[in-house]
């Protein structure tokens, strides 16, 4: 599949990209797309049983694939967050509000049953917006 001229792919290190077929993000238009994205680094858990600095690392992680483009969190139109513990949706959200507080992107929230790493309790998705289309 080739790539038209508004349009880029990010692949990162991660294994699942090659195995599932994606991408890290997607540019297309004006609009950054990055998938879903853990708070692993260089295959390495960050916050270990803590999910407030699993929130923080995840979307550092997802903050840190819109900055290949361009971009930062002022960017920022949606985020997607997902727990596998209601319990922890107060932590994530104190990490969400300190990086998107003047920004306030459209936000949900979902507790899921679980991660294929059982370790994880938190995975972002992010979507940003950059004006007119640039490559």
Not at 76 to 99: C, F, N, P, Q, S
Request: aromatic share 6%; proline share 4%; hydrophobic share 40%.
């Amino acid at each position: 599949m080739s790539e038209s001229p508004a349009e880029r792919r990010l692949q990162s290190d991660n294994p699942w990209e090659e195995t599932f077929g994606c991408a890290r993000a997607v540019a297309a238009g004006d609009r950054v797309l990055v998938s879903g994205t853990t708070p692993l680094k260089d295959g390495v858990l960050q916050g270990d049983g803590d999910p407030y600095e699993q929130a923080r690392a995840a979307f550092a992680n997802a903050l840190g694939a819109l900055r290949e483009f361009g971009l930062d969190a002022g960017h920022v139109i949606r985020t997607r967050m997902y727990l596998t513990h209601a319990r922890d949706v107060d932590a994530v959200g104190r990490a969400h509000k300190e990086l998107f507080d003047t920004v306030r992107p459209v936000a949900t929230l979902t507790v899921v049953s679980g991660f294929a790493d059982s370790r994880v309790l938190v995975e972002v998705e992010v979507e940003a917006y950059r004006g007119a289309a640039s490559t």
